[in-house]
């Protein structure tokens, strides 16, 4: 071949190879662009308001309702009549609009008429709203408007409404705090001597009766004290927190940086804050504190004062979660007694308790998972047994309803159809007396209740992250009257959003079904294979995974749209919905309990699926999510390659003391301790011990970037330091952003985080870094 024929064939191949070469990186940039176009469908996006749900607001003392609905081209207002199944407009939108531009002189659009506070007459043929600072009155039956005229009474002027009162039921008079101690004073709207009255003298900073986000501030704020029914009795469980240690923050964005400080406990202290129950009665001016004490450290909650305000009854929960008693107080006596008491090992979850106190305490509905799984019991007022109201494998969860007439519950249920996924929950009706329940509201899918006054009708709304809201009208049989309403949603699917997909993979033990979510990018070809995020949260009290339909899915979707797929899985140990086998798996594990079911979710999905690359493997998560996804990457290095771990609590031995001690463990010993006298005392010392991220710094091999707010309040910076100082020791490179002013969430500067984890992700997942090229942190190409 001649040097001719060899450059005419070189020059002839070059120009495909350069675009073979360009049309492969465009494959692999993200598309920033698109992940902007799906902002419409967040929080404050122009496509987040619409409506998918309703809530029924009664009318007066009767089982009619009214509610609104937003759509795309306004809000709708309906009235319901459930007994004769009828749903017509609340008001004639164009006729209401005329009317309201004639009154106020103004533009009207009958698409965006906003009313508020409606009241309606006794026959309900009119009600009364306000509209731009005037009050109104329409008739439902002439359709015909007029201005309600203000009369004008020559009073004083009431006094304003602030956050700090707290009023007394029959509203005569106002409690508060000040100066860490307890005030009341008579409400001067209604004529009462406003003559300030102070009720007690003992407290002190860390030790106060005002409401601890406020306990520092001057003046009136409000108090963790509550009334009692017979507007005399006041009740309060006041936190002494004065031999907590202290903890810190710096916020360096004031003129001049300062030092925060506040009460902490870790797990293990041996001071920790001590829980008082104090009864006040406001004729005789005294302040009594009842004898509560069993256990050392132990955590009280208040439960139900009875109408006649004799009995005040509360929970005691031991230092350790395994043993917990519910007592009455006698507020005149103060006798204590003890009703019930249930030792659960290794801990009673604090999240899924439950107790209901019915009719002045002569019924008590006590939740319990003694069988393994949780279920409700139903005691009379002296601690007897008097029958199990529901059993079986499955869970129940908070009763929705009561109807103490027809002593009906109304609750919800988790498992109890294998066929279906045991985190939706499901209405069931049980009867207090006996044992059994009826199925009401078990269609497939996550179902949210609101009972009607009588608990005849009650509004269902349910749905799955795959099929929209369903708002139906029941029965209290659960037999459909009517579909209420549906979400507008043509523009949101017309802009190119898709609903997620569910899927189920096995855990590691290859026996227990651990049910997901898969989001795709919406111009998803399957033809090409795309990295995997897994979005992670581990629970132990509640798993994000999410059940039901929703447009704001906590990035998930708009992280799709650069060009991954993304999923979040449930693992064992992340909730007590499924039983206490399930739930805890983790115990003692707090680190590593959740991490092999997540890598093992997604090599089945990659098995599964072509389209997914198994070997590009992303893990993303904010605080408990943030301590797994770091932890994910360096105890599984080979196997996945990104992770952005933000607000994790990396070493929980210094995190909440309530928390790590119930989830994770904590030993209780005694001590025998003798004085120089030879008498003999009982000591108690808490152990506590768990595995930190800093262990396992040292086996990082891919990417990871930590975040955190530097006036985080909740997981302290520290626990992210400690972990950057383990990297830095081994010689890792890592990325970390620190957010001045930010605390557990961080707010204004939430954009400029996200916009950093997709380059970061899209640079080491995708290998598209051009973005590290780009000086403003909004460009999108």
Not at 585 to 594: E, L, Q, S, T
């Amino acid at each position: 071949m001649t040097l001719k024929k060899i450059v005419f064939v070189v020059l002839g191949v070059c120009p495909f190879l350069i675009q073979l070469q360009a049309q492969e990186t465009a494959e692999r940039q993200a598309n920033y662009e698109l992940t902007d176009k799906f902002q419409d469908f967040t929080l404050g996006g122009k496509l987040s308001n619409i409506s998918l749900s309703v809530y029924p607001r009664g009318i007066n003392d009767t089982d009619n309702f009214w509610f609104e609905f937003q759509t795309t081209s306004g809000k709708e207002y309906y009235y319901v009549m459930p007994a004769a199944g009828k749903r017509e407009p609340l008001f004639d939108k164009g006729k209401m609009a005329m009317q309201l531009s004639e009154f106020t002189k103004g533009v009207v659009d009958r698409n965006k008429l906003d009313i508020s506070s409606v009241t309606f007459a006794k026959d309900q043929g009119s009600f009364e709203f306000d509209y731009k600072s005037k009050r109104y009155s329409y008739n439902r039956l002439t359709g015909k408007l007029t201005l309600v005229e203000k009369k004008e009474e020559k009073k004083e002027p009431e006094d304003p409404v602030y956050s700090w009162m707290t009023f007394s039921p029959d509203k005569k008079y106002i409690l508060y705090a000040k100066n860490h101690n307890l005030y009341v004073k008579g409400n001067k709207a209604l004529g009462i001597d406003t003559t300030e009255v102070q009720l007690t003298t003992d407290g002190v900073e860390n030790f106060s009766y005002a409401r601890e986000e406020e306990a520092g501030e001057n003046g009136e704020v409000p108090t963790t004290a509550l009334w009692c029914p017979d507007n005399r009795h006041i009740y309060v469980v006041r936190d002494d927190n004065r031999l907590l240690r202290d903890f810190w923050v710096i916020n360096s964005l004031e003129d001049s940086p300062s030092l925060i400080k506040y009460k902490y406990e870790f797990p293990g202290d041996k001071y920790v804050t001590q829980n008082e129950l104090a009864i006040i009665d406001i004729v005789e001016k005294t302040v009594k504190k009842a004898k509560i004490d069993k256990w050392k450290d132990q955590y009280i909650r208040p439960l139900h004062v009875t109408s006649d305000s004799k009995y005040l009854f509360f929970e005691r929960t031991k230092r350790t979660w395994d043993e917990v008693d519910v007592c009455s107080v006698n507020l005149s006596t103060l006798e204590v007694k003890e009703i019930i008491h249930e030792e659960d090992k290794p801990y009673r979850d604090p999240h899924a308790r439950n107790v209901a106190i019915l009719n002045d305490g002569k019924d008590i509905l006590f939740r319990s998972e003694r069988t393994g799984w949780g279920h409700y019991y139903h005691y009379d007022g002296d601690g007897n047994l008097k029958n199990v109201m529901t059993s079986g494998e499955w869970v129940t969860g908070y009763i929705n309803s009561i109807d103490t007439l027809k002593r009906k519950v109304y609750l919800y249920g988790y498992g109890k159809d294998k066929k279906v996924n045991p985190f939706y929950y499901m209405l069931y009706e049980v009867d207090i007396d006996r044992e059994g329940v009826t199925p009401l509201s078990t269609e497939d899918g996550q179902h949210n209740v609101n009972f009607l006054k009588s608990h005849n009708y009650y509004v269902d709304t349910y749905s799955r992250v795959d099929m929209e809201p369903k708002i139906m009208l029941k029965d209290r049989r659960g037999k459909v009257i009517m579909e209420l309403a549906k979400p507008d949603l043509d523009l949101v699917y017309a802009a190119g959003w898709k609903k997620p997909e569910r899927f189920v993979v096995k855990a590691a033990d290859n026996v227990t079904d651990l049910y997901g979510v898969m989001w795709k990018p919406s111009n998803f070809d399957p033809e090409k294979k795309y990295p995997i995020i897994s979005v992670v949260y581990p629970g132990p009290y509640f798993g994000f995974v999410p059940t039901s339909f929703t447009l704001d899915d906590s990035y998930c979707t708009r992280m799709a749209q650069l060009g991954f797929i993304v999923i979040t899985v449930g693992h064992r140990g992340d909730t007590p919905m499924r039983g206490k086998a399930y739930h805890r798996y983790g115990y003692g594990n707090m680190r590593d309990y959740p991490l092999a079911d997540d890598k093992y979710a997604i090599e089945q999905l990659a098995q599964r699926h072509a389209f997914i690359d198994g070997k590009k493997v992303g893990i993303y998560g904010h605080s408990g999510g943030g301590f797994m996804a770091a932890a994910a990457i360096c105890t599984y290095p080979d196997f996945y390659t990104a992770a952005v771990s933000c607000s994790g609590n990396h070493d929980n031995n210094i995190y909440n003391r309530g928390w790590g001690e119930c989830y994770n463990g904590v030993k209780e010993v005694e001590k025998i301790v003798k004085d120089s006298l030879g008498n003999e005392t009982k000591e108690y010392e808490y152990k506590f011990s768990v595995k930190s991220n800093a262990e396992i710094a040292k086996n990082l091999k891919g990417h990871l970037m930590l975040v955190t707010g530097d006036m985080d309040k909740n997981v302290n910076p520290a626990h992210t330091y400690r972990m950057a100082k383990a990297l830095i020791e081994a010689g890792k490179d890592f990325d970390m952003l620190v957010i001045p002013g930010a605390g557990h969430g961080y707010g204004s500067a939430d954009q400029y985080f996200e916009r950093k984890m997709y380059r970061f992700f899209a640079k080491h997942l995708l290998g598209d870094a051009r973005a590290d090229c780009w000086e403003d942190i909004n460009r999108s190409k």
